[in-house]
């Protein structure tokens, strides 16, 4: 099993209604990372975000209406990267993830990885940049790029639609830094018909605001230029992973046709998903990445790790527990504006909680042997020397106790 770490770098407020500065986050993130450096982490996921979540509230439609400070400070992955790389000596750097259709959509988003990796092989030709890639969880972060419905089509069909034109920006994204020259007549059309919406109904309600009952809908292309290629072409692609943050199966696919692209999963994703998804890359996993392992699709877990001295080890476990539920009640709180008992309760289900045995012993039951876990220790919790006492305890207490 391989044990990478998640800094979320969300600023908001705990349990105790506390709220860092900007200026504590970032520099909690870099002593939190030089622990992970230290301690022997794989590698580091840092979360990224677009524009203010406090000013978003304000929109027409806003999409988290009651989250208090902001989801995330990390609106440039490229950037603290590199940073992170001269700050670390030996653990890698990810991101989780990077929209591709916001901060200047797949072309500017090539440009910038091909840039980063390029000066990464300068400093450290043996670390990689790991690119996790969606279409952003939060529309907000989007529209102000173009990416909202043109027309009455569009808009009945938006949910289905961005999904595609995720895929139309996957591919300009990939080919680019795979090295072609495009030009965006190449690039797939998105055509809509029955079989990509849940329901006839849906369906119906697209072919009426079409005006007619056709069986395909072709939807213009979002994004249109002539031949591009982008610059520097000749970096080290050796030194770049790609992850795609997407359960869409027809987009994992997709996106395989190029370039070899890991997914990413979700700890709370049930097992009989997570075992599916891996027999079904095994297949379509791009031959230039070699034989698909299970280490190919890393998972996020909440770990409320609870070994602090001086209390017992049934001390720890109630500790533990307490810590989850408060840090889970704000988050629900955030997301939905209320908080739903039954969700934090599902919520901590899913979580690692307790002391170290019990932590140790959790794993051990829901994971795989050959998983790769990106452990999330900072999850609404800003306590800088608290969270690396937990960093600690897994490697010193936990880890051994999983043999």
């Known amino acids: 099993m391989e044990f990478d770490i998640f800094f979320s770098i969300s600023q908001t407020p705990d349990h105790n209604g506390y709220t860092p500065s900007e200026s504590e986050m970032f520099a909690n993130y870099y002593s939190q990372l030089q622990a992970a450096d230290r301690l022997g982490f794989g590698v580091a996921w840092i979360a990224q975000a677009h524009l203010s979540t406090k000013t978003q509230k304000s929109n027409s439609k806003p999409v988290v209406p009651h989250w208090k400070g902001e989801v995330g400070l990390c609106t440039d992955f490229c950037q603290l990267a590199l940073e992170s790389f001269r700050r670390t000596k030996r653990i890698d750097v990810g991101s989780a993830v990077v929209s591709i259709l916001a901060s200047g959509g797949p072309i500017a988003q090539a440009e910038r990885v091909a840039n980063t990796v390029q000066f990464l092989s300068h400093m450290d030709p043996n670390r990689k940049l790991h690119v996790g890639f969606s279409a952003g969880r939060f529309e907000f972060m989007a529209r102000p790029y173009g990416i909202v419905p043109r027309n009455e089509i569009e808009e009945v069909s938006w949910k289905v639609l961005r999904s595609q034109i995720f895929m139309e920006a996957s591919e300009i994204f990939l080919r680019l830094l795979r090295g072609d020259t495009i030009h965006s007549d190449e690039i797939r059309s998105t055509v809509l018909e029955r079989e990509n919406f849940s329901s006839g109904e849906e369906w119906a309600k697209v072919q009426k ?62 097992p009989e998903v997570i075992d599916e ?84 012993n959790q794993v051990k039951e829901r994971f795989h042997p050959q998983d790769r876990l990106m452990c999330w220790f900072d999850f609404f919790n800003h306590d800088n020397e608290r969270v690396i006492r937990n960093m600690e305890a897994w490697w010193s207490e936990v880890v051994p106790l999983l043999g």
Not at 211 to 230: A, C, L, N, P, T
Not at 343 to 356: F, M, S, T, Y
């Open 209 to 270: 605001a079409a005006g007619s009952k056709m069986e395909k809908i072709q939807i213009d292309r979002r994004y249109q230029f002539e031949e591009i290629s982008i610059v520097p072409n000749s970096w080290p692609r050796s030194q770049l992973e790609l992850i795609a943050g997407t359960h869409d199966k027809t987009a994992q696919e997709f996106v395989n046709k190029f370039m070899p692209v890991k997914v990413f999963n979700l700890s709370i994703t049930s």
């Open 277 to 360: 998804t891996h027999e079904r890359m095994k297949n379509l996993y791009h031959k230039d990445g070699g034989k698909w392992q299970r280490r190919d699709m890393p998972r996020t877990t909440f770990v409320f790790l609870n070994a602090e001295k001086g209390l017992t080890p049934e001390e720890q476990s109630a500790a533990a527990q307490k810590e989850a539920r408060l840090a889970l009640g704000e988050y629900w709180k955030a997301l939905e504006g209320t908080l739903d008992p039954s969700k934090v309760e599902r919520a901590a289900d899913n979580a690692l909680i307790g002391n170290p045995i019990e932590v140790a």
